[in-house]
Structure formats: C-alpha cells, structure tokens
T-cell receptor, first 115, second 115 residues
Framework: AQSVAQPEDQVNVAEGNPLTVKCTYS??????LFWYVQYPNRGLQFLLK??????LVKGSYGFEAEFNKSQTSFHLKKPSALVSDSALYFC?????????????FGGGTRLMVKP | DGGITQSPKYLFRKEGQNVTLSCEQN?????MYWYRQDPGQGLRLIYY???????QKGDIAEGYSVSREKKESFPLTVTSAQKNPTAFYLC??????????????FGPGTRLTVL
C-alpha cells in the first residue's frame, strides 16, 4: 500500500521569506513523487516530480523539492515567497512496485503568504 | 488546465436524479481518470480508463458509472445510489496508464451540489 501525509493543514509565511511545505510518504518499494498546486475553484496544476537521479528537483514558478529517502520525505520549498503563491498544495506518490499509474494524494496544505 | 475541459463548472442536482459530468481532452492521451475532492481529504480515485472501451474501478466507485467510447471523452455519471455526491469532481489524463513516470494533468473541475 502507498500513502502520503501532509502534516500541516496550513502554512503561513511573510512575502519574501523562504517557505517549506512538508510531505512524507510510505511505499513498499521506491517512490515516484509529485507536487501539484490548486487555486480556488480550479483544477490541479503540476509543479514538479521526482523520478530518479538528483535528490533536488526544480519545477515551475521557482519551486523546488528535495527527496530524502532516509526520512521518506519530499518537502516543497521556495527561497522567496510571493503573495500569488497562496494556494492549496498537494503531494502525491506512486510506488514503483505497483503496476499502473495510480496516484495517492495527501490531504493538502494551504499556503498563506502575507504581504 | 490546458487541453482538458470539464463541463459544466457548477451543477445542481435534486436528490434521486442522475447527472452526467463531461470531460474532454485534446492531448491524445490514452489514460483518463476521475477524482473526487472533499475538504481536508485530498483527492480520491473514482474510476480510470487506460484505453478506449476499457475502464477500472478506483477506490470509491460505488454510486458512479463511466464510459469510454472515444479516446478524447470520459464522462462520469453520478447516480442516485451515491449517498453523498456533493463534492468537487476532477478529471485528469496521462499519456499512458502503464508507465509510472507519466504525469497526470487535470481539468478545471466541476462542483456538484445536491439540493
């Protein structure tokens, strides 16, 4: 079975400060990991994914995420937050040992960036 | 959201009625998915289709039905058997369903409210 936990329902950060949105996962094998962002009443937009190779993955809008196998984490980061980054962020995982393309999503973390 | 359209954006249904949500993609993707989003619960998979004329149940298929008669279309019917249908419904697609590295891309969603 595969699962994802996003331990924080909401993260508050001031504009210009670095931000981190946490994600931990559980899989039986090795993971593929994804981050998506959702703005109000919109679909999910793909930000980045980890498949293999470099543990630091760079994605859209200046976001990056670091894969840490020993801590089973894939935290989303950005060096300097913008008010426009305020949205709902979802982490998702797929176990390489599972056939097919089924994703398991975390419950989401709401990011609030204040001016 | 580009390439995947969902209609209508808002849908109201009386109890006991079936309703059909539309999902169309022009990305030439083989695989399509339906998710349900409830507050604080992330996304849950309802049905998915790997190829035309084939579909599989996801984690919460009870009370829903789908068809895949054309590659670009994957409509979802919410039947009267679905006990709590009020939710935000998201359609997604990926190049394939069998290649685990494929990214899923999402439509803008349909918000269904049962009156």
């Amino acid at each position: 079975a595969q699962s994802v936990a996003q331990p924080e329902d909401q993260v508050n950060v001031a504009e210009g400060n670095p931000l981190t949105v946490k994600c931990t996962y559980s899989v039986s094998g090795n993971p593929y990991l994804f981050w998506y962002v959702q703005y109000p009443n919109r679909g999910l937009q793909f930000l980045l994914k980890y498949i293999t190779g470099d543990n630091l993955v760079k994605g859209s809008y200046g976001f990056e995420a670091e894969f840490n196998k020993s801590q089973t984490s894939f935290h989303l980061k950005k060096p300097s937050a913008l008010v426009s980054d305020s949205a709902l962020y979802f982490c998702a995982v797929r176990d390489r040992n599972n056939a097919g393309n089924m994703l398991t999503f975390g419950g989401g973390t709401r990011l609030m960036v204040k001016p | 959201d580009g390439g995947i359209t969902q209609s209508p954006k808002y849908l109201f249904r009386k109890e006991g009625q079936n309703v059909t949500l539309s999902c169309e993609q022009n990305l030439n993707h083989d695989a399509m998915y339906w998710y349900r989003q409830d507050p604080g619960q992330g996304l849950r998979l309802i049905y998915y289709s790997q190829i035309v004329n084939d579909f599989q149940k996801g984690d919460i298929a009870e009370g829903y039905s789908v068809s895949r008669e054309k590659k670009e279309s994957f409509p979802l019917t919410v039947t009267s058997a679905q006990k709590n249908p009020t939710a935000f419904y998201l359609c997604a697609s990926s190049i394939t369903a069998s290649r685990e590295t494929d990214t899923q891309y999402f439509g803008p969603g349909t918000r269904l409210t049962v009156l």
